[in-house]
């Protein structure tokens, strides 16, 4: 399926994730992080958590095609999740998600942090005015170094 069938981003809807949303959601998460998923019950529960902003992206039938995560306390976003199914991914759908978090945490300053050999996630991170703040050498259990990343909203 090319990204077109897969609806371009201009045709995806975003809305704030609801219950029925994780089991897709769930589908959409495992593809884009097979070795350490988080499972339908972590992602649900992040549903309740106060300070937790939860978006869905929704294709065509309204299928779940992607989502952000993020924590935003005391004016202070950390972005915890994002995702774009292998077959939506360059339209522009990373980028519109994770705007939007931004835009709906109403954050003052945005962390994230990421594997400092994740080449599209670093190459979206720096076009939105992402900076890498500190390394964290083999910060993953496969011995992969981690970027701590700040914008200042
Ligand atoms: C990272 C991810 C969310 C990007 O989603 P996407 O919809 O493909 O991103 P976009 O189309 O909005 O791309 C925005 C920018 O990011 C950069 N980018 C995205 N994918 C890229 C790639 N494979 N190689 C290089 N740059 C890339 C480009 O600068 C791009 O802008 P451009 O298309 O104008 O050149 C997606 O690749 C994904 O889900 N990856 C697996 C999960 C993951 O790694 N999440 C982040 C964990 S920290």
Known sequence: MTADSAGSAATVVLRRAGPGDVPEVAIVERACFPEDPWGEASLGAE???????????????????????????LGELEVLRIGVSPTARRGGLGRRLLV??????????????????????????????????????????????????????
């Open 100 to 153: 939007a978090l931004q835009q709906e945490a109403r954050a003052e300053l945005s962390f994230l942090e990421v594997r400092a050999d994740n080449v599209a996630a670093l190459a979206l991170y720096a076009s939105l005015g992402y900076s890498p703040i500190r390394r964290r050498p083999r910060y993953y259990a496969d011995g992969g170094d981690a970027l701590m990343m700040r914008l200042r909203l």
């Open 47 to 73: 549903l309740g958590r106060a300070g937790s902003v939860f978006l869905v992206a929704l294709g065509p039938g309204s299928v779940p095609v992607g989502y952000a995560l993020g924590w935003c306390v």
